[in-house]
């Protein structure tokens, strides 16, 4: 995967769909200073912005492969875009606070 040119053009294409997300997993463990091997992206995202976020990663090419209320798992054909996960959540208050809660 491409992470560079991926996270550029979806980040990019969620803000102006105005996709409510968070960067999460093995890379964002990497942004934070915390190295490890991943292969592909993990996303939280808003469950209103579920539909959105579908049209969006069609608009790339991503075929949805697993789709269910709290989870849905994207590939692309070109290895280069590779696979983008997402779990879905229903409100930022109470994610915030869980974070606040395991700091």
Excluded: C
């Amino acid at each position: 995967m491409d992470f560079e040119r991926v996270l550029k053009a979806m980040l990019s294409e969620f803000d102006r769909l105005q996709i409510r997300y968070a960067a999460i997993g093995g890379f964002a463990m990497g942004i934070l200073g915390v190295p490890r091997a991943t292969m592909d992206l993990d996303f939280l995202v808003h469950r209103d912005d579920i539909d959105k976020l579908h049209s969006a990663m069609a608009s790339f090419g991503y075929q949805r492969l697993v789709h269910t209320e709290n989870v849905s798992q994207y590939r692309h054909s070109d290895s280069l875009w590779g696979s983008i996960g997402f779990a879905a959540v229903g409100s930022w208050e109470k994610l915030r606070a869980q974070y606040r809660l395991a700091k």
